[in-house]
């Protein structure tokens, strides 16, 4: 399964940065796949619990900070499917570089 979450700091003012890099090394040091974009980070794990544990201790490392945390996620529940993170991406490019 691949769930893409954003964690927001609250009432920190507008840099967030250093926050959203203490949830991001809660994610790191986990050792699932993951990536990180502007807007979310995507992690990828073999069940519900394994990645929403992550996700739980990744929230917790903003709020332990943060006087409000705003949470937004987005799972891809496939069960049997591994690496979706790389096969997903690899599969938009071959039919973006078939139409080039």
Do not use: C, N
């Amino acid at each position: 399964m691949i769930v893409a979450f954003s964690v927001t700091p609250l009432g920190v003012g507008d840099e967030v940065g250093e926050y959203v890099a203490d949830a991001v090394r809660v994610v790191r040091d986990s050792g699932l796949a993951y990536r990180t974009d502007a807007m979310f980070t995507s992690v990828e794990g073999e069940s519900w619990d394994e990645v929403m544990d992550v996700i739980k201790r990744a929230v917790a490392a903003v709020e332990a900070r943060a006087p409000r945390v705003s949470v937004v996620m987005k799972a891809d529940i496939r069960p049997g499917h591994t690496d979706g993170l790389t096969k997903k991406a690899e599969t938009v490019q071959r039919y973006l570089a078939q139409g080039d």
